[in-house]
């Protein structure tokens, strides 16, 4: 099934063509009509179909993604749970009654229990996609060339994915397997995780982002879901700085700190190979990100503290060729790195000692800002928790000295310092993306540490000069 569609990008982009499409992996590109402000939603697109992860079964609404209040579940299947009954009697009326007969002996099925998990979690949005097409009597949008159903069969395919026998929820009155092969062959290279706080719970697809959106590993824009009680996660993306009218806006497909394994889904599941400004630095200087061209990091962080503090860089430095990363700081570009320090920066932020937790921080961020595009949300969720850690050092800290003199990391700087550079730095980059996903998220405790904060100027007469 090929189809043309009408794709409506919205007031701030247009689609143009790429000149070689014929031999490019890109079709087109979405490109900026005028000059964009950091924040700004770029697209709102709704879902055509999404499912929890199997982890998340039972622990959110099957409807609307919202976290359990309470539980309503299924009678008949038992296998769907629901916030109240009116998320139950819309998911009914939307997919459910399609289903619900058949799931429990689909799932208990040789043929779907054989399949890898990835492939059955695909299944069941398959199955969700399809059900809502029947349940809804949808299937005469496909010949409507403005409707987002549309657009699915224009996004692209996958040529190596074939549908598994048996893998699907049988479900009545549903397409030839022809036609559920074709939807299944654009879900790798189309589908998204949703997330809140940018921790996934659940996959979907959105047609018309996929259709719009190219991948960056250093985007200016990143999708964010909202979750509202009684609908399925509606995915906005917002730009993350600043764009200029004709630059190209691109979105993450996948986390840019899987430094090493990047180019590999990508090639996989995308069938292209990145050319940004950061993979190509690391082609260039890091072999290709064969991982035994990279000297593994040194075993103690205050080692690694003391190398990154002589090395003040940023990753724009390093892109354009301006300055180069010495050979013994190369390690903050292996993989295992950023899992060795995250873990560790766990552990010491839960059982101390505070400052071995802070300078454990202060190379992630480091790390972080050579990795990551300006303003990623990632950067802004470590800050967090690095203001988090600095301010349990301030009120665990027993020597009767003022913050602003007492210090906890290597370099000497103050602990009030400290937990206020961080705290603004999470603010002004996660203010960027805004409110998304669960309730009771990064900007409230940015909130609570921020009355902290005047509290402790009240306490110690501070007064905190502002740059
Ligand atoms: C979700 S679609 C992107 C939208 C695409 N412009 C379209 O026309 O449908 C994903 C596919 O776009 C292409 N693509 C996306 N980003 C790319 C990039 N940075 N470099 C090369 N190809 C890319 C790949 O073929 C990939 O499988």
Same mark, same amino acid.
């Given at each position: ?12 982009? %247009?689609? &143009?063509?790429v000149? #070689?499409?014929?031999? +490019?992996?890109?079709r087109? @590109?979405?490109? $900026?009509t ?5 924040g700004t ?18 622990? %959110?609404? &099957?409807?609307?993604? #919202?976290?359990?209040? +309470?539980?309503?579940?299924? @009678?008949?299947? $038992?296998?769907?749970?629901y ?12 997919r459910h009654?399609k ?5 429990n ?5 040789v043929e779907?229990?054989?399949?890898d ?5 695909d299944m069941?949005l ?6 809502e ?29 074939t ?6 929820c ?5 397409h030839?397997?022809e036609i559920?092969?074709d ?27 996929s259709?719009?959106f190219n991948?960056?590993?250093v ?6 879901y909202?979750?509202k ?10 730009a993350l ?7 190209e806006v ?14 590999q889904i ?5 069938g292209f190979t990145?050319a940004?400004v950061?993979?190509k630095?690391?082609?260039r200087?890091c ?8 000297k ?7 080692q690694?503290?003391k190398l ?14 301006t300055k ?8 903050i ?23 071995t ?19 990623y ?11 988090k850690t ?8 027993t ?5 602003a ?5 290597p ?7 400290t ?5 603004r ?13 669960d309730?009771e998220g ?12 005047q509290?402790?100027l ?5 007064n905190?000069v502002?740059?």
């Amino acid at each position: 099934m090929e189809s043309e569609a009408i794709i409506e990008p919205g007031d701030y982009l %247009r689609l &143009d063509s790429v000149p #070689n499409a014929q031999t +490019s992996t890109i079709r087109d @590109k979405a490109i $900026a009509t005028q000059n964009i402000k950091a924040g700004t939603t770029i697209l709102t697109s709704k879902p055509s179909a999404t499912a929890l992860l199997a982890s998340e079964k039972g622990k %959110r609404c &099957d409807h609307c993604c #919202n976290k359990l209040r +309470s539980l309503n579940r299924c @009678k008949n299947c $038992a296998a769907y749970y629901y916030c109240d009954v009116a998320c139950q009697a819309a998911d009914w009326k939307l997919r459910h009654k399609k289903m619900c007969k058949s799931y429990n002996k689909w799932k208990a099925s040789v043929e779907y229990q054989r399949l890898d998990e990835h492939v059955k979690s695909d299944m069941v949005l398959l199955s969700h996609l399809v059900a809502e097409i029947v349940a809804q009597n949808k299937l005469a949008l496909f010949d409507d060339r403005r409707s987002e159903l549309r657009v699915i069969t224009s996004l692209m395919k996958n040529p190596y994915t074939t549908l598994p026998a048996g893998g699907m929820c049988p479900i009545p009155g549903q397409h030839s397997d022809e036609i559920l092969g074709d939807f299944y062959s654009r879900f790798s290279r189309n589908n998204f995780a949703i997330h809140s706080h940018f921790t996934s719970f659940a996959h979907g697809m959105y047609p018309l982002a996929s259709r719009i959106f190219n991948h960056s590993c250093v985007p200016n824009a990143a999708a964010k879901y909202i979750l509202k009680k009684g609908e399925p996660p509606l995915m906005k993306v917002i730009a993350l700085s600043d764009i200029i009218e004709g630059d190209e806006v691109c979105i993450p497909y996948i986390d840019p700190a899987l430094i090493q394994r990047r180019a590999q889904i990508l090639d996989y599941s995308y069938g292209f190979t990145c050319a940004c400004v950061s993979c190509k630095y690391l082609r260039r200087t890091c072999g290709g990100l064969a991982l035994p061209t990279i000297k593994p990091p040194p075993k103690d962080p205050r080692q690694a503290v003391k190398l990154v503090e002589v090395q003040p860089l940023t990753a724009q430095e390093l892109w354009d060729g301006t300055k180069t990363l010495p050979d013994e700081l190369k390690f903050i570009f292996h993989e295992e790195w950023l899992i060795m320090q995250t873990s560790l920066y766990s552990k010491y932020s839960h059982d101390g000692p505070p400052n071995t937790a802070l300078a454990c921080g202060e190379l992630i961020i480091y790390t972080y800002k050579l990795i990551y595009s300006s303003n990623y949300p990632q950067i802004g969720l470590h800050c967090l928790e690095q203001a988090k850690t600095a301010w349990n050092a301030i009120v665990s800290d027993t020597s009767g000295k003022s913050p602003a003199e007492v210090s906890y990391i290597p370099s000497g700087e103050p602990g009030l310092a400290t937990f206020v550079k961080a705290l603004r730095e999470a603010k002004r980059i996660l203010d960027i993306v805004g409110e998304e996903g669960d309730p009771e998220g990064p900007l409230n405790e940015i909130g609570v540490l921020e009355k902290n904060l005047q509290g402790l100027l009240d306490e110690w007469h501070i007064n905190l000069v502002e740059k």
